[in-house]
């Protein structure tokens, strides 16, 4: 078995290496070949994140440069999905029109949702563009939830509010600790 394994970021972020990183070499050891990506680089998380210091105009230009970014990476990704088995998506929402490109391309799409569709996204500050941007990314999670063939969730209250449309959710709850290959 094939598995595309497409993440935020890389194992940088907490989220990317308890929810889909630390497995890798469980799922090598099993015969399950991976491919790990990440949508988004190690730069835009450190700007964005404030980790790598820089000023108000370069860190706007740093979302808006590595977002479009992003949208490439997931066309060219959706495209390349029709040569594995399974693809597993790690939080990224697709755009609705890359999504429904991708589920052409492979219909077998895992879903891991660990935010409710309400999530604020960590990026932005209060006002006009954080509300606009935060309702367009409450449509493209739920769009994404939905036409997954199975999603998974990391707690009940998710799989709550993901079960109201898609009934296909497995609740796995990430430890903390990151384990080792035997």
């Known amino acids: 078995m094939r598995v595309l394994i497409l993440t935020l970021f890389s194992e940088i972020s907490g989220s ?35 980790l790598e210091k820089t000023g108000k105009i370069q860190k706007q230009l740093n979302f808006v440069f590595y977002l479009f970014l992003g949208i490439l990476k997931q066309v060219y ?15 990224t929402p697709f755009p609705k029109s890359i999504y429904s490109l991708l589920l052409c391309m492979n219909p077998n799409v895992i879903y891991e949702f660990e935010d ?15 509300r606009l941007l935060l309702n367009y990314q409450r449509g493209l999670y739920k769009n994404m939830v939905e036409k997954a063939a199975r999603i998974i969730a990391v707690n009940e209250y998710v799989a709550g509010e993901a079960g109201t449309v898609n009934k296909n959710i497995t609740i796995i709850i990430p430890i903390t600790n990151q384990i080792t290959a035997p």
């Open 77 to 91: 990704f959706s495209i390349e999905s029709r040569n594995y088995d399974v693809v597993f998506i790690q939080r």
């Open 16 to 50: 990317s290496r308890i929810i889909a990183y630390q497995f890798l070499p469980f799922l090598e050891k099993a015969g399950i070949k991976c491919r790990a990506e990440s949508i988004y680089p190690d730069k835009f998380f450190k700007v964005q994140m404030g």
């Open 116 to 130: 409710t569709f309400y999530e604020v996204n960590p990026f932005l500050k209060k006002g006009f563009l954080r």
